[in-house]
C-alpha cells in the first residue's frame, strides 16, 4: 500500500560503489511520489568498488541507515521486511550482473508476496556501451530509468528487437543535475577569483599510460600558456580507492613525474561544489559534462585522442561540444547545440523539475494496484538464457533458481563480531590484492 500521509515511504537502495550511491539515493528522493516523508536505508553491496567513509562524505548524500551486505545478507534483508518493516520502493543502484541476480533472488523470496516493493533500477550517466547486454540483465525491474529522450527510445528498442516487455521503460533525467546557472567569466578588474579551467577526470577512460600522460601534459601546457588562470584536475578518488570503474594509473602518480606551475592544483570534493568556481569544463566524456551542461557552464569533450567508442566521447557527436587542447590554448570555446542537450535531459532552459514527474505517477499507480503487484519477471531465464544465467547469479552466489549456492557468505546464519573482524580484514587484503598487486603483475606481464 502507498505510505500514507502519517506513515513516511519505506525506500531501499542496493549500491555498489560512490556514485551509483549517490544516483540511488538521489533517484530514490527526486521519484518519491508527492509531499511524502521518506525513510531512506542504504545498503552498500561488498566488493572492490564498496565506497570508504571518505567516498561517502565526498558524495554528500546522507540517509536514515546504512550498511554494508553481501547480496545474501541483502536478500534475507529483503524477506525479513515484512509488515510496518516492508518497503515500499526499491532502489537497485548497481552494474547489470547485480541487478539480474537480484531480481532472481527477489524473485524467489517474494515468490507468494503480492505486496512486495516497486523495483527501480537505471544508469548511473551516459549509456555508450555494451547497450543491449546491460539492459537485457536490468529487464525484470518494474522501472527501469532512461535519463534522456534518446536513452528512452533505445532503449525500448532494445527490448522489444528481442521481444521482451518494454513498458517499464521511462524517462526521467539524471539525478543530481542542479545548481547555479553560470553567470559568466568573473571580473579580473575587481580583484574576484581568477579564471578557473577544470579538467574533470575518469577513472577508466583513456586506460594506458601513454595518453593519460598526453592529457596531463597538455592540461600543465595550458597552466603554463594562461598564468593567469586557475587551472584544476578534478579527481573521483585517492589512489587505493575504486570507484564504479577501477583506476590503474592514477593521475595523483603521474604528476609527480611532472612540474606543475604554481597556478595548477589536483582536487577532490563534490562535483556540484568545483562547478560553483569553474568558468570552463574540459573532459573525455564524464558525465560531469551533462552537469556542466545544465548550469550553462561552458563545456568540452576533448577530441584529442580520436572520437572513438573505445573513449565514450563518440555520445557527444551532435553535441558542438568537441574540440581540441590546440583550440583551447587559441581561446576556442564551443558552443552546445540546444536540440542535442534537450535530448539528453540536461533541461538547461527548465523542465528538470518536471522530469520525475512520469516516474512519480507510476509508481503511485503501482503502490495502489489492486492486489499487489505480480511476481518479478526478468527477460533472462534458464530457458531464455541457460548458458549466461547461471554464471551472472554465481557471481553473487546463487544458484540458477536464485536460491543460495552452498557455503554463500552469510547464507546460514547473521554473521557475529568475530566472524565480521575476519571478514573485514580479508576483505582489505583482497582489494590490496585487487587494486595494488594485480595491477603490478599486469604491467610486467606487458613487458
Not at 364 to 369: A, I, Q
Request: glycine share 10%; net charge neutral; charged share 25%.
Amino acid at each position: 500500500m502507498p505510505a500514507s500521509a502519517t506513515k513516511a515511504l519505506r525506500v531501499a537502495v542496493l549500491a555498489d560503489s560512490d556514485t551509483r550511491w549517490k544516483w540511488g539515493a538521489l533517484t530514490a528522493t527526486r521519484i518519491s511520489p508527492g509531499d511524502t516523508d521518506i525513510r531512506l536505508d542504504g545498503y552498500l553491496l561488498r566488493g572492490r568498488a564498496t565506497p570508504t567513509p571518505r567516498q561517502l562524505r565526498e558524495v554528500g548524500v546522507t540517509a536514515d541507515s546504512l550498511r554494508e551486505v553481501t547480496a545474501v545478507e541483502f536478500l534475507r534483508a529483503m524477506g525479513d521486511a515484512t509488515g510496518e518493516e516492508s518497503y515500499d520502493v526499491l532502489v537497485l543502484a548497481l552494474v547489470g550482473g547485480g541487478v539480474q541476480a537480484m531480481l532472481h533472488g527477489l524473485g524467489r523470496i517474494w515468490r507468494d508476496r503480492a505486496d512486495r516493493p516497486v523495483v527501480v533500477t537505471g544508469y548511473v550517466g551516459v549509456v555508450y556501451e555494451k547497450l543491449a547486454d546491460g539492459l537485457l540483465l536490468r529487464h525484470g525491474a518494474d522501472l527501469v530509468l532512461a535519463n534522456s529522450r534518446q536513452d528512452a527510445d533505445r532503449f525500448r528498442a532494445v527490448y522489444e528487437g528481442v521481444g521482451a516487455d518494454a513498458a517499464a521503460v521511462t524517462e526521467v533525467a539524471l539525478p543530481f543535475l542542479g545548481g547555479a546557472d553560470y553567470t559568466g567569466e568573473p571580473d579580473r578588474e575587481g580583484g574576484q577569483r581568477p579564471y578557473t579551467v577544470v579538467f574533470a577526470a575518469q577513472p577508466s577512460v583513456p586506460d594506458n599510460r601513454r595518453d593519460r600522460t598526453y592529457l596531463l601534459e597538455r592540461l600543465i601546457r595550458h597552466a603554463r600558456l594562461h598564468p593567469e588562470r586557475e587551472v584544476l584536475l578534478k579527481l573521483r578518488s585517492k589512489p587505493g580507492e575504486h570507484t564504479t570503474h577501477i583506476e590503474e594509473l592514477p593521475y595523483q602518480k603521474l604528476v609527480q613525474r611532472a612540474d606543475p606551475p604554481p597556478n595548477f592544483r589536483l582536487v577532490y570534493g563534490h562535483m556540484g561544489e568545483v562547478l560553483d568556481r569553474t568558468d570552463l569544463l574540459v573532459t573525455i566524456s564524464s558525465t560531469a559534462a551533462l552537469e556542466s551542461l545544465h548550469r550553462r557552464i561552458p563545456t568540452v569533450v576533448l577530441s584529442d585522442l580520436g572520437v572513438r567508442e573505445a573513449l565514450g566521447n563518440h555520445h557527444f557527436v551532435g553535441s558542438g561540444c568537441l574540440a581540441s587542447w590546440e583550440q583551447l590554448d587559441e581561446g576556442h570555446r564551443p558552443v552546445p547545440d540546444p536540440e542535442w542537450v534537450a535530448r539528453q535531459g540536461v533541461a538547461a532552459d527548465g523542465g528538470y523539475e518536471t522530469a520525475f514527474d512520469e516516474a512519480r505517477e507510476r509508481i503511485t499507480g503501482l503502490l495502489g494496484r489492486p492486489g499487489g503487484l505480480p511476481p518479478l519477471a526478468p527477460y533472462y531465464t534458464t530457458v531464455t538464457a541457460p548458458g549466461y544465467l547461471p554464471g551472472v547469479l554465481a557471481r553473487h552466489h546463487l544458484g540458477p533458481d536464485g536460491t543460495p549456492l552452498p557455503g554463500a557468505p552469510a547464507a546460514d546464519k547473521a554473521p557475529g563480531p568475530v566472524r565480521q573482524v575476519v571478514r573485514r580484514a580479508a576483505r582489505g587484503a583482497y582489494r590490496h590484492g585487487v587494486q595494488r598487486v594485480a595491477p603490478v603483475i599486469r604491467r610486467m606481464g606487458e613487458l
